[in-house]
């Protein structure tokens, strides 16, 4: 079954870039994840490698993520899509860059073995921690082992046994952009329609953990991406919950910059995808809302949808559907009211 027959009908407008070069916000809530639909965004845009949705030939995709590691993505994007990322990336067609091993979490016992077997210089005991090039840290059944990735040096490049694979070993936007940068150009040749999407997920983490960066800081990394000549979207995925962004009577200095950076990135992008809980709770048969809005203002010369008055296709007229997860990674999507079906 070609991959992209596991998107239903209904949402494929919605999990498709739109044909002019844009930026692209996805929200979520801790209660509603916005996995599976960024795994269909995945599932559009690499297709089979033949020319799987409207826009033309298949993308290369740069996957960026700041909370999710390698084989979480792969094992959901072949669960919930059936692609094969490990398959694309030795293809030139599809690369990831870890955000979280190599920035939030400690060195383990296993990570120090291996540091030690590739005679790396280990952390001294009240020393200070080693950043240079690492292995990123073993999670999962004892005695698995983690490929090491290329960290965000001057020049950045993932080992030649594990193309498609780097990390980010720096808080340093501009070496975050250098490292994905590298893994952008570290796909096949683009063509006019075979450029790449880029999709950050969480980078929204970053006001929390990265002292004194600002809204406005991140919102200009995601536009100095999307004009690297080679990518045509930008996907970005932010939290949106109540606790970030309900106005209060005191806010913290974190709400202020959440509410900020959702509010830019929304009034930049082409079109926000906002996946939430039903208002009226848990109900057995939906696990979300899908709520879709789009931008037919042209923002600071970046195109939107819509423009020229040309006439509209499905994927330029805001909706509202209801989905339903399923065990077996499926997703069905429905309007309100409707039968759920497939």
Not at 97 to 113: C, I, K, Q, Y
Not at 144 to 153: E, F, K, L
Not at 200 to 228: E, K
Request: hydrophobic share 40%; aromatic share 4%.
């Amino acid at each position: 079954m070609p991959p992209t027959s596991r998107i239903p009908p209904l949402l494929q407008p919605f999990a498709r870039t739109p044909k002019n070069e844009s930026l692209l916000l996805l929200t979520s809530t801790l209660d509603a994840s916005a996995n599976w639909l960024l795994t269909r965004f995945l599932c559009d845009a690499l297709g089979s490698g033949q020319k799987d949705n409207d826009n033309g030939e298949a993308k290369n995709v740069v996957l960026v993520s700041w909370m999710r590691d390698y084989d979480f993505w792969r094992q959901e994007a072949r669960k919930g899509t059936g692609i094969d990322l490990g398959g694309l990336r030795t293809q030139g067609r599809f690369a990831f860059v870890d955000g979280l091993s190599g920035l939030f979490l400690p060195a383990d016992e296993d990570t120090a073995d291996q540091q030690r077997a590739q005679k790396l210089p280990a952390a001294q005991p009240g020393g200070p921690a080693t950043r240079g090039p690492q292995p990123l840290p073993v999670r999962g059944p004892p005695g698995r082992t983690a490929p090491a990735t290329a960290t965000a040096q001057a020049a950045p490049r993932a080992p030649a046994s594990l193309p498609g694979l780097y990390a980010l070993s720096s808080i340093s936007l501009d070496q975050m952009k250098t490292t994905i940068a590298a893994a952008i150009a570290s796909l096949r040749p683009p063509t006019a329609a075979t450029r790449t999407l880029v999709v950050l997920d969480n980078p929204d983490i970053l006001l929390a953990s990265v002292p004194g960066l600002t809204a406005a800081a991140l919102t200009s990394f995601f536009l100095d991406l999307h004009t690297q000549t080679s990518v045509s979207h930008v996907l970005v995925h932010l939290q949106s919950d109540l606790a970030l962004l309900a106005n209060a009577e005191k806010p913290s200095p974190l709400q202020i910059a959440q509410q900020n950076l959702v509010v830019k990135t929304a009034h930049m992008s082409a079109k926000v995808l906002s996946v939430r809980v039903l208002d009226t709770g848990v109900a057995r048969d939906v696990s979300g809302v899908l709520r879709v809005t789009v931008n037919r203002e042209s923002w600071a010369d970046i195109a939107t949808v819509g423009e020229g008055g040309a006439v509209q296709a499905p994927e330029e007229v805001g909706s509202e559907v209801l989905y339903k997860i399923n065990g077996d990674g499926s997703v069905r999507v429905f309007e309100r009211g409707a039968e759920l079906a497939v």
